[in-house]
């Protein structure tokens, strides 16, 4: 059975990745290491399947509470359009597998944790947080022991939540695996060049490092124009949105070629932008309703109503949330229907923004009279509501490292990390001025500054601000593509690209 001590955001998978969810079978793997010094090479495959436990491929069943161990490199049952197959789909000596794995009908609450086969103890993140029922998919890559007892293997892990005992089916398809790259001889040294001028000390980030990007790491390597007034950002897996206020419209943004590939026109103001895993969703603050848009075809087709000036937007798995200014209460939208449900908060608050943090919906608000207030959050699984934080004052946008909630607080000008733990009052403090939306990278959070035209680099390891880069005039939203930070320019109407 699950500890209550276990809090994790869907993602994030223990020691090696950090993985978004693209819907059924999707997966866009976006930080990976193979475990070795040396340097890996991915090489992608048709996606094989190797485990179903409906048909005792790979495991018989995935026990509540029992670490169970699945071979997948070398010689290993495959399912096949004629049947279950001996293939080599992952050659033995791989360093890490990326992986498609999917939960199927689970019985009770709980979560589903992949990790190297020669792992030990009871996890402490995991790939998929589960509910009854249901399907639930992710991506993740995982490193896979190449010598001992466990070579070429993986633990799949599954638990059901606090005293309850569950089951789960599960599905996991190989999409590809990591191996060590080969080298060529080593060429003559050339002669030594002249000294250069000491530059200023710098922040170099560690995946900078593993990859030698000294060059182009931590300052802006593009700039790409949008329309007018942009707002809040979001990416897909595959392409980057931004929300443009003052042209009503959403900009769809090539993330390698640095340039806008389609305009998509919404409502009124568009000031939120959210991902569900398979459509993108826009908050129209002027309209008061909220614009579903095919990522794919590049239209709007679903406009739904929702409560007076909403303005922040998130997804928590199943249903979007939508915070609507100057009320009291949350927008609550079926990703599959076109209509919306009212959730009260309390009577006498306003709130202002929404996020969340893999189990508890956060909300920030002002008072009745307007003033800065405060952030509660709300369990969306049985409507309770907590005060969280003593120290966040006029908060407005969130992002969870997996560890702490971070939130960008005007306010008061910091930037708090919160424990994930409900009604924890206190936190790590940072100051950042005029902190308006954040961002994780898999190893450092980033905070936009718009009165500084600046972001802030916070490493919550040594719990110091390590890098400050500039950008353009009054950065606002934020967002991480697995690579780069994308950081919105609301002054510039544009978006500035930094390679961390």
């Known amino acids: 059975m699950m500890s209550d001590r276990l809090h994790t955001v869907r993602g994030f998978v223990s020691g090696i990745v950090v993985a978004s969810v693209l819907g059924v079978g999707g997966l866009a793997v976006v930080r990976a290491t193979s475990g070795s010094s040396s340097a890996s090479s991915f090489v992608p495959v048709a996606p094989v399947r190797v485990l179903d436990t409906r048909s005792d491929l790979g495991l018989v069943a995935v026990t509540d509470g029992v670490a169970g161990t699945l071979k997948v490199t070398g010689s290993i049952p495959t399912a096949t359009s004629t049947g279950v197959v001996n293939a080599v789909v992952v050659p033995a000596g791989a360093t890490a597998v990326v992986l498609n794995v999917t939960a199927v009908n689970p019985t009770s609450n709980g979560y589903v944790s992949l990790r190297p086969g020669d792992a030990t103890g009871a996890p402490t993140v995991s790939t998929l947080n589960v509910t009854a029922g249901g399907t639930f998919p992710n991506g993740a890559t995982i490193t896979i022991p190449t010598t001992g007892a466990h070579a070429g293997q993986i633990q799949v892990w599954y638990e059901a939540e606090y005293t309850t005992v569950g089951s789960t089916e599960l599905l996991i398809d190989v999409a590809g695996y990591y191996e060590l790259a080969s080298t060529g001889p080593t060429g003559p040294t050339g002669s030594k060049g002249d000294d250069g001028e000491k530059g200023d000390a710098g922040s170099v980030s560690a995946s900078c490092v593993a990859l030698l990007r000294w060059e182009d790491c931590n300052k802006v390597s593009a700039t790409v124009a949008v329309g007018s007034g942009p707002s809040d950002i979001v990416f897909d897996g595959t392409n980057i949105w931004v929300g443009n206020i003052g042209s009503d419209t959403v900009s769809k943004i090539d993330p390698i070629a640095n340039n806008v590939i389609a305009t998509v026109a919404v409502g009124d103001r568009p000031l939120g932008i959210a991902f569900d895993g398979t459509?993108?969703?826009?908050?129209?603050?002027?309209?008061?309703?909220?614009?579903?848009?095919?990522?794919?075809?590049?239209?709007?087709i679903a406009t739904v109503a929702v409560g007076d000036t909403p303005a922040g937007i998130v997804?928590?798995?199943t249903n979007i949330w939508v915070a609507n200014r100057d009320q009291n209460f949350l927008s609550k939208i079926n990703?599959?229907?076109?209509?919306?449900?009212?959730?009260?908060?309390?009577?006498?608050?306003?709130?202002?923004?929404?996020?969340?943090?893999?189990r508890l919906i956060y909300v920030s608000y002002t008072t009745a009279t307007g003033?800065?207030?405060?952030?509660?959050?709300?369990d969306p699984s049985d409507g309770s509501t907590f005060g969280v934080c003593g120290i966040c004052y006029g908060a407005h946008k969130f992002a969870s490292d997996g560890n702490r909630m971070w939130v960008a607080n005007s306010g008061n000008q910091t930037l708090v990390g919160l424990s994930m733990y409900q009604g924890d009052q206190g936190g790590v403090v940072y100051g950042v001025p005029n902190a308006y939306a954040v961002a994780f990278d898999g190893v450092a959070i980033w905070a936009t500054s718009p009165s500084s035209d600046a972001v802030y680099r916070v490493n919550p390891n040594t719990e110091s601000i390590g890098l400050t880069v500039a950008v353009g005039d009054s950065p606002l939203g934020i967002a991480f593509d697995g690579t780069n930070i994308w950081v919105v320019n609301n002054g510039s109407n544009t978006v500035s690209k930094i390679p961390v």
């Open 279 to 300: 459509n993108i969703w826009v908050v129209n603050n002027g309209s008061n309703t909220v614009s579903k848009i095919d990522p794919i075809a590049n239209n709007v």
């Open 315 to 317: 997804f928590d798995g």
């Open 335 to 358: 990703i599959n229907g076109v209509s919306s449900e009212d959730v009260l908060m309390n009577v006498n608050i306003r709130i202002t923004d929404v996020g969340y943090n893999g």
């Open 371 to 378: 003033d800065p207030g405060n952030l509660l959050t709300f």
